[in-house]
């Protein structure tokens, strides 16, 4: 069992920047994929960023150049660090893990992002 830890979500005006961490309950070394999910009021969940454990990135298409997923391995935990951030990306950001590369098989409880002036 895995369990995440999501903090850093808050309100920004538009063009802010925030930093959310994601800690887990044990090592991250070993698990394949981390990443970052976003759901909006009324919305499906959206894949926002991965990272994989050889440090592999991708991006939503809406995120790219935005958004950037670490990983700090010694500490067990993941960042995303959000710049430019639009009223569109308010939504619960919720942290995951795909241990074996089958899919997300942990998720955390989410933090609320909020981008309004």
């Known amino acids: 069992q895995v369990q995440l830890v999501e903090s850093g979500g808050g309100k920004v005006q538009p063009g802010g920047s925030l930093r959310l961490s994601c800690a887990a309950s044990?090592?991250?070394?070993?698990?394949?994929?981390m990443g970052w999910y976003r759901q909006a009021p009324g919305k499906q969940r959206e894949m926002v960023a991965r990272?994989?454990?050889?440090?592999?990135?991708n991006y939503a298409d809406s995120v790219k150049g935005r958004f950037t997923i670490s990983r700090d391995n010694g500490k067990n935990t993941v960042y995303l660090q959000m710049s430019s951030l639009k009223p569109e990306d308010t939504a619960v950001y919720i942290c995951?893990?795909?241990?074996?590369?089958?899919?997300?098989?942990?998720w955390g409880q989410g933090t609320q992002v909020t981008v309004s002036s």
């Open positions: 995951a893990a795909n241990p074996t590369g089958r899919g997300v098989e942990y």
């Open positions: 044990g090592s991250i070394s070993s698990i394949y994929a």
């Open positions: 990272i994989t454990s050889g440090g592999y990135t």
